[in-house]
């Protein structure tokens, strides 16, 4: 895989369904030690809640996937809840979602829509981010030469990490991999060669809060 979806900082959403409250948590984890610990924690946190359920991915393909029903009838939680992960089709990602009972019953389908739905709140109050493989690049040209090369990386998806100005001009950027020959020959064609380009490693990056992150 070239790119995936995380959540970079996860957050809480709370639902209330006949006054039963479930809160949601969510966390990013990166091993399944990483999930239980987090699961260990919001059960302590939540020691007198009735029911603390559940799930989490982990791996660029999801190679591993739990959840818990944690006493709720069977199917009810944990499955609702991987299937809201596995639907968003996130990664490396727990949620426990923590039910104080209200004192009425809400059925099986309603257990499932509850379950779901405080997930869903709980993304929603997560950051979620695309990561992806993309490639450095260091463009090295001079000041004649800088506002073409600028506009193709404009009008390419290519992430500008910086610009430096000196006797001429350097622009570091990341380009997404299956990108990356296409701009290089772009480049290359516009400024009839003259342009130095230093292509550097391969690596996982992600632009959050506005801000290029290398992983």
Known sequence: MEEYKIVYRGGEGEIVEKKSRFIATVCPVNTEEEALLFIEKTKKKYWDARHNCHAFVIGERN????????????????????DVLLGNGLHNVCVVVTRYF????????????????????????????EKFLGCKMKIYTDYNG????????G?????????????????????????FEALFKEIVEATNGKAEIEVGDECWCAVADGEVIVF
């Open 63 to 82: 190679e591993l996937s739990r959840c818990s029903d944690d006493g709720e009838p069977s199917g009810t939680a944990g499955k609702p809840m991987l």
């Open 102 to 129: 209200g004192g009425t019953l809400l059925g099986t389908g309603g257990l499932v829509r509850a379950y779901s739905k405080a997930v869903q709140e709980g993304l929603a109050n997560s950051l979620v981010i």
């Open 146 to 153: 800088i506002g073409k090369i600028q506009y193709i990386i």
């Open 155 to 179: 009008k390419s998806q290519a992430i500008t990490v910086g610009t430096e100005y000196t006797d001429r001009v350097t622009v570091e950027i990341l380009i997404r991999k299956p990108l």
